[in-house]
């Protein structure tokens, strides 16, 4: 902030307090209007009284001039660029629909240093300067919950998407993980299941999440443990067509969620879909047909009809080599295994077991020969062949979101034990997730590179330790290419 003088209709001066971004110009605050110099001189301090109170930002070479070295100490020094940053990407996502500062503050923690609660607290007052008590943050976490944070995350997020990302959001992808505890007690949604976490002895809950074809987060829903994902899309993909009002929505699934009962509701609903195609599981004759017709030929692309829904099949030279050295792995796991049957072999492939006899399963690995290189994909549009494809291919985009999810945002595993606190945590987590993929949509780097680069800023704070007068500075970078990556950081979210 500075203060100016300007002229105002009526022949005098007025000293306004004002800033100045990427050449907009903010008034703050109009202080006044002079005459003479006795006037200008009051309004002046004035002006000085009112942003050394909205900013604490004294005058740096005042407070300097009027001591010795020795008297001067900086007391503070805190990363409060990162604070900034993340907090006005968090306004910008229209996230503060949800008026409550202590659920920004624990998203923002969320993103810099992911831990418990408690050690949040400890985050939020030591590096932020953000007191809160912990009875606090698990009363507000409550609330949020039950007055429909979690809905009102999901509205302010497909807004953002459809206005400034410029998505019409026709097509949105969709997968699920799971996400462990440390626990093996059973309560509410924690339950065992199949672990995509490879954590089968611990209890855990499954998580759906929505993305847009950027790979931005949209809606999310959580699952007991033992849920089979494929019985999760239909009411994932009811909910979030009615979010989005949309009724041409198209809807990209991978194959674990194929079923037929999901194609006939998703069609009953009029969605549109496309989802991956588990060819193994094609009667023999459909096989014969597709391999004969694509002739091992790169690149090639066939359209058949199944259970009335077209088959949209590929070839690719490269998955057919990727396929061939997987089966020949297989086999010779499995050759193991027949060397040594008394290792447990219900996991491994190509074993057949007839009473104690184990021996190679050769019909299916002539199957899986046959169909080296072959992709297929199911879907109920029009779509061009390579656009079908293209589309599934996306699906990318939302394992990305699950890794940064468990990676940077480390949502797992989970410590919580009610259903309640579990979901606000996933709500905190969602939230999370949606300002990094801004960030580094909008930086082209990794949250964790941006995070690094904003820590070079600390606002350090210079007090005279006789007086107790101080001010505010912020570390200054010199060189230019860290400057101007700076510079754009503070411009994120205005």
Known sequence: MRIRVTPTGSGKYAIQVVSKHHGKLTVHKHIGTFTDESEKSQLYRKAKEFIAEVTHQGNLLDLLSSCRPSDVAITESRPLLVYQLLSAVYDKLGLSAYPDPLIKDLVIARIYSPASKRETREILADLFNREWSLITIYRHLKKGIDTGLKDIFQKALIDFARDDLQDSLHLIFYDVTTLYFESTVRAGIRDFGFSKDHRPQETQIVVGLVVNHQGFPLYFDVFRGRTFEGHTLCSVVKNIQKLLGNPELV????????????????????????????????????????????????????????????????????????????????????????????????????????????????????KAERLEGIKGYITNTQLPEATVIQRYHDLWRIEYAFRLTKSDLEARPVFHRLDETIQAHLVIVFAGLAICKYIEDKTGMSIQRVLKLAEKVLTHKVTNIKTGEYAYIETTIEDPRIKEKIAFLKSLGH
Not at 299 to 317: A, M, S
Not at 335 to 357: C, D, L, S
């Open 251 to 366: 809807v990209v699934a991978d194959s674990a969620m194929l079923s037929q009962e999901n194609i006939d509701r998703l069609i009953r609903e009029g969605i549109s879909f496309i989802v991956g195609a588990r060819i193994a599981n094609l009667p023999s004759q459909m096989i014969d047909q597709i391999t004969s017709q694509l002739s091992s030929q790169d690149g090639k692309t066939i359209t058949v009809t199944y259970r009335k829904q077209r088959l949209v099949c590929q070839y690719l030279q490269q998955r057919a080599a990727k396929d061939r050295t997987d089966r020949e792995k297989q086999i010779a796991r499995a050759q193991e295994i027949i060397n040594a049957p008394n290792v447990k072999m219900r996991r491994y492939r190509f074993i057949k077991m007839a009473g104690p006899t184990v021996t190679l399963n050769v019909d299916l690995v002539t």
